[in-house]
């Protein structure tokens, strides 16, 4: 079975242009996430998709970032304009929702991640 | 704001247990402690994760405290492959009943021959 796959695994970009990342989750997935590591920080969470509905995006930096999961499938996270501070690793992960002794789990497994600078 | 506290860096000899500790004394009674390592250049890999109780599987065990405030993920016979950076994370309940990640920054393990 295929894992979360991540396109492109590199992008350099000048500042002000814009950038679409993909991330094609674990089929039969519903639940897709997207986090991100800037330079010296932790990963951190961005957004949470079920099926094609955002649950919870309390984690996006602001409004120069949207992400679309149109069809419940794929997804895109776009930066538009792209800044400096934007520059990191993008990671996508995707679970699917389980229930163990009556607690749900979600075990998400993760891409291997977009690299993008910007500069 | 990360809910957990590890050592950066930790060596272990090959063929050795080991041990790699995490705090997390603000976790809440429903959220779940999860272990994954990041090999270089790939995603967050999945160990293992738990509530109260210690858990097992084929790569790891994970004992947590009883009061569940701090917990060890415990690598048997480490091998060479097994350096990486291991992260402990509290999953936490979100919006709309979802559940996020909360990374902290991590423990380097370095395996040594």
């Known amino acids: 079975e295929a894992g979360v796959t991540q396109f492109p695994s590199h992008s350099v970009i000048e500042k002000g242009q814009t950038v679409t990342l993909r991330c094609d989750p674990i089929?039969?997935?519903?639940?897709l996430y997207w986090y991100r590591r800037v330079m010296g920080k932790e990963i951190k969470f961005l957004l949470h998709f079920v099926k094609e509905s955002k649950q919870d995006e309390s984690g996006m930096p602001n409004n120069r970032f949207l992400a679309e999961r149109t069809g419940g499938t794929y997804s895109t996270l776009k930066v538009q304009p792209a800044e400096l501070e934007d520059s990191g690793v993008y990671f996508c992960?995707?679970?699917?929702?389980?229930?163990?002794?009556?607690?749900?789990?979600?075990?998400?497994?993760f891409g291997p991640g977009t690299r993008l600078t910007v500069l | 704001d990360a809910k957990t506290t590890q050592p950066p860096s930790m060596d272990c000899a090959e063929g050795r247990a080991a041990n790699l500790p995490c705090n997390h004394s603000?976790?809440?009674?429903?959220?779940?402690v999860y272990w994954y390592r990041q090999i270089h250049s790939q995603g967050p890999q999945y160990i293992i994760h738990?509530?109260?109780n210690n858990e097992t599987n084929e790569m790891a065990s994970l004992i947590i405290t009883e009061d569940r405030k701090s917990s060890t993920l415990i690598l048997p016979h480490a091998t060479l492959r097994d350096t990486a950076v291991y992260y402990c994370i509290v999953r936490v309940g979100g919006t709309s009943g979802t559940y996020k990640y909360i990374f902290g920054t991590g423990t380097r393990l370095k395996v040594l021959a």
């Open positions: 738990g509530l109260k």
């Open positions: 089929s039969g997935h519903d639940n």
């Open positions: 992960a995707s679970s699917q929702d389980g229930f163990l002794w009556g607690t749900r789990t979600d075990t998400q497994y």
């Open positions: 603000t976790i809440s009674g429903n959220e779940y």
